[in-house]
């Protein structure tokens, strides 16, 4: 099993910034990506951004540029540094990670941006 604890979220102005964290503890072998989704209200869950165990990054279109994916293996923590933030961000983020074909999801972390 593996658990995971995101922090970080809260409410900002358009232009401002967020740091998400994700404490991701368990069972770690075999994960082979971490990733950050967001769910506003009426739509679905959507990626935005991801990282492979060998570093690959991927981010949706709208964030490209502005959010940096990144991960600290010895603290098994994965981060999400949100610039310049619109307030289209506004969702619940959630922290994922896949292991051996299984995902699992944190309990997400409310994100606030006001125009």
């Known amino acids: 099993q593996v658990q995971l604890v995101e922090s970080g979220g809260g409410l900002v102005q358009a232009g401002g910034f967020l740091r998400l964290s994700c404490v991701v503890s368990?069972?770690?072998?075999?994960?082979?990506?971490w990733g950050w989704y967001r769910q506003a209200p009426g739509k679905q869950r959507e990626l935005v951004a991801s990282?492979?165990?060998?570093?690959?990054?991927n981010y949706d279109d709208s964030v490209k540029g502005r959010f940096t994916i990144s991960r600290d293996n010895n603290k098994s923590m994965v981060y999400l540094q949100m610039n310049s933030l619109k307030p289209e961000d506004t969702a619940v983020y959630y922290c994922?990670?896949?292991?051996?074909?299984?995902?699992?999801w944190g309990q997400g972390t409310q994100v606030t941006v006001s125009s």
């Open positions: 994922h990670v896949n292991r051996f074909a299984r995902d699992f």
């Open positions: 368990g069972d770690l072998f075999g994960i082979y990506g």
């Open positions: 990282v492979t165990y060998d570093g690959n990054s």
